[in-house]
């Protein structure tokens, strides 16, 4: 069983560039979460999936915006990025509310 | 409305016994354990829902107090490989069951 996938496994981008992460949810999940992980900052969840619609969003600024498919592949995307959204971004899926989460490797993005 | 773990660092040597706490300030759905061991993914390790207590692999084991909105996760007979930092993650009640990952307390084991 394939875990799940993120794409691309590390980026740098420039302050004001924007850009677009990719994650695979373990088939047959369809719920998917989204993190952002830094030394000082920890785990903070940024949005959670289900069937295409929005379930929970964390208090991250309207740059930070994701989205699902019909397949339940998600991306999310960051506009005008700024230094401090240097970060590991990691997705992770779940098979429903009594199961764990299963996170993928992550994207680590550096902006410079 | 993140979880407050403690301790935030522990050093163990093996086959002793530790233990990680979490409380967090609002009424709790279920609450998740992971471990993080380091340059990789969170790895899911097990869920409580209603204070319950949920046995997990090899000796680690947890439990909720669903009033205290707290919840304990007990290593016993520590070995090597549970080395890495471990997070609690709680589903906060009446928010959509939004999700927060606890502060983190990193765990070493050394021989």
């Known amino acids: 069983k394939a875990g799940v996938t993120q794409t691309p496994r590390y980026l740098i981008k420039t302050r004001g560039q924007q850009v677009t992460l990719s994650c695979s949810p373990i088939s047959g999940h369809r719920s998917v979460s989204w993190y952002q992980q830094t030394p000082g900052q920890g785990l903070q969840f940024l949005f959670e999936y289900f069937s295409e619609t929005q379930r929970n969003k964390g208090n991250f600024p309207g740059r930070f915006s994701g989205r699902q498919f019909s397949n339940s592949r998600s991306e999310m995307n960051v506009s005008t990025l700024e230094l401090g959204d240097s970060a590991l971004y990691l997705c992770a899926s779940s098979a429903g509310n009594y199961y764990g989460y299963t996170f993928g490797s992550g994207t680590r993005l550096t902006v410079v | 409305q993140q979880p407050v773990q403690s301790p935030q660092a522990v050093i163990l040597r093996e086959g002793e016994d530790a233990v990680i706490n979490c409380s967090s300030s609002?009424?709790?759905?279920?609450v998740h354990w992971y471990r993080q061991k380091h340059g990789e993914a969170p790895v899911f390790l097990m869920i409580l829902l209603k204070g319950g207590e949920q046995k997990g692999h090899d000796k680690i084991s947890a439990s909720f107090n669903e009033k205290k909105q707290q919840s304990s996760l007990y290593l016993t007979a520590s070995q090597l490989s549970y080395s890495g930092t471990y997070f609690c993650g709680t589903e906060i009640r009446n928010t959509g069951n939004q999700f927060y990952f606890g502060t983190g307390t990193s765990l070493t084991v050394i021989p």
């Open positions: 609002k009424a709790l759905y279920s």
